[in-house]
């Protein structure tokens, strides 16, 4: 079964920027379910950004303006932009396609 495989985590300061990159074992289609979840210790999952089948995306508020969901040409990575990363934002960051989850990749923001 296919599994989108996270990679891009790691320890950065308060302020600072990561990008994370979820890589495919397909090209996904311009109208699969696409998401980046996270969760926070002790913290139920929750999602963080996402891109609808029709097109249209979605950011938890406290992320909106700082972070953004994009894929590549090729169609078979989709990456989240982090900017003016916060401790609140230090968690489990997993990536969706359609229905398939992967293992996550850890961020950790210090203050």
């Known amino acids: 079964q296919m599994q989108p495989v996270e990679s891009g985590g790691g320890l950065v300061q308060e302020g600072g920027s990561l990008t994370l990159s979820c890589s495919y074992s397909?090209?996904?289609?311009?109208?699969?379910?696409r998401a980046w979840y996270r969760q926070a210790p002790g913290k139920q999952r929750e999602m963080v950004a996402e891109?609808?089948?029709?097109?249209?995306?979605n950011y938890a508020r406290s992320v909106r303006g700082r972070f953004t969901i994009f894929g590549d040409s090729a169609k078979t990575t989709l990456s989240l932009r982090m900017n003016s990363l916060k401790p609140e934002d230090t968690g489990v960051y997993f990536c969706?396609?359609?229905?398939?989850w992967g293992q996550g990749t850890q961020v950790t923001v210090s203050s």
């Open positions: 891109i609808h089948r029709n097109g249209n995306t």
């Open positions: 969706v396609i359609v229905t398939q």
């Open positions: 397909r090209m996904i289609d311009s109208r699969d379910y």
